[in-house]
């Protein structure tokens, strides 16, 4: 279902702790995305399963840290559902397709392919455990050498699965969420650092963050984004980095979570979303938002009042497409728009999705409780694909910035 793709390796060296920006880039970054769902889940299930996966846990937020030493490019794929990179375990490392997740933090394997252990391998003799709503995982946890590119991270800590559900097509997780939602997932106590931990307290990337690019397709398969370890990569997007602080309301701050509001028709334009908390997530295909907010936006830009059984999405007549209007995303200072073009599925995907080919599907979608919860929206994967994605765990804060596919008309 997620077939592996190549790791490749930028890097440069860099002094500055914020943002750390990759600018000759030697080497191109191909990732790969994939479309391909089975089974008789729509993706708005998966997704909701997954919501309430967030609301059951409840994490205190991380702490930062200071600068070090380089930049690391890592490509990923995006599978519809998800993003996977190619992960080398071990010393010689054994390559392992991995779900790049940031609203999870331990980094798992054993899904698919089995753990193989060489000289490096160390049991910590503690069994380790994450309930993620859409899926599972049980196991021993290891120590290990873990390799990305050439970016080689010793002593990581890394499941192994002795019984998983929820993960076909992948072996495991590559978490990159707040160090403190491994907490709570061992069974001998305290936290697991996670890979962007590790590689700047070992002095291999110049910030304690990760930049990440998606970029929107029509193709159910198509290379198109990466990951950015210890900086950013300024060849991905346009314009600057705007920071806002993670959000201190819970659940969403336990997270990679925000503040945000949502406009219709422009950045003061009829509010859709008040001024609340949610999260931005890899992990997550759609874009939610809460049950009230979802009731505007259908009346505002004449959608179906139910989702369609088939997709699981909420459908809007040629018509009204042609009216469709922008969502401006108020976060801090700034002022995101999410286009018409930006609001539908991919016209060319729907089969693949199981919709029909005259029909034009929204991805904005239900999140399950009104406005007040402390997780209002999910800025998921197709939001994403719109604008470059920074998180700074070092400074505990969250970076966006508009690319050449912001105002892409490819849906």
């Not at 009731?295 to 909420?314: F, H, M, N, Q």
């Not at 108020?330 to 693949?352: C, D, M, V």
């Amino acid at each position: 279902m997620f077939p592996a793709v190549s790791l490749l390796l930028l890097c440069t060296l860099a002094v500055t702790a914020k943002p750390v920006v990759v600018r000759d880039s030697p080497l191109t970054l191909p990732i790969v995305r994939n479309l391909n769902l089975t089974g008789g889940a729509t993706i708005a299930d998966i997704d909701r399963a997954r919501v309430q996966g967030f609301r059951d846990r409840s994490i205190a937020p991380t702490t930062g840290a200071s600068a070090a030493a380089a930049v690391f490019n890592i490509p990923v794929t995006n599978a519809a559902v998800s993003y996977t990179a190619t992960v080398g375990v071990g010393s010689p490392a054994t390559d392992y397709t991995l779900i790049v997740d940031t609203g999870s933090s331990n980094t798992w394997i054993g899904a698919g392919k089995s753990y193989v252990k060489t000289s490096t391998s160390k049991s910590t003799g503690s069994s380790v455990s994450v309930e993620y709503g859409s899926g599972s995982f049980s196991g021993t946890e290891y120590t290990d050498t873990v390799t990305l590119g050439s970016l080689v991270i010793t002593n990581q800590g890394v499941g192994v699965a002795s019984r998983s559900s929820g993960f076909e097509g992948v072996d495991g997780i590559l978490g990159i969420g707040p160090v403190d939602l491994t907490d709570g997932t061992l069974s001998r106590g305290g936290s697991i650092p996670t890979v962007t931990d590790n590689a700047f307290s070992q002095g291999l990337i110049s910030a304690h963050e990760v930049g990440i690019s998606f970029e929107p397709t029509t193709s159910e398969s198509s290379t198109n984004g990466e990951l950015t370890f210890g900086g950013t990569d300024s060849s991905k997007f346009t314009g600057s980095i705007s920071f806002t602080s993670i959000t201190t309301t819970s659940p969403a701050g336990d997270y990679v979570g925000i503040d945000q509001s949502i406009t219709y028709g422009s950045a003061s334009g009829t509010s859709v979303l008040s001024n609340t908390a949610g999260i931005v997530d890899t992990g997550t295909t759609l874009l939610y938002i809460a049950t009230d907010a979802l009731s505007r936006y259908i009346k505002a830009v004449g959608a179906s009042s139910e989702p369609d059984e088939e997709t699981g999405l909420y459908t809007i007549s040629s018509a009204n497409f042609a009216k469709l209007e922008s969502l401006f995303f108020n976060i801090g200072s700034e002022s995101y728009e999410f286009t018409a073009n930006a609001q539908i599925w991919p016209r060319s995907l729907n089969s693949a999705i199981g919709g029909k080919s005259g029909t034009i599907y929204l991805v904005v979608n239900d999140i399950g409780s009104d406005t007040g919860s402390g997780l209002d929206f999910i800025n998921g994967l197709v939001w994403l694909e719109r604008f470059y994605f920074v998180y700074s765990a070092g400074s505990n804060e969250v970076g966006f910035a508009t690319t050449s596919f912001t105002d892409a008309t490819t849906n």
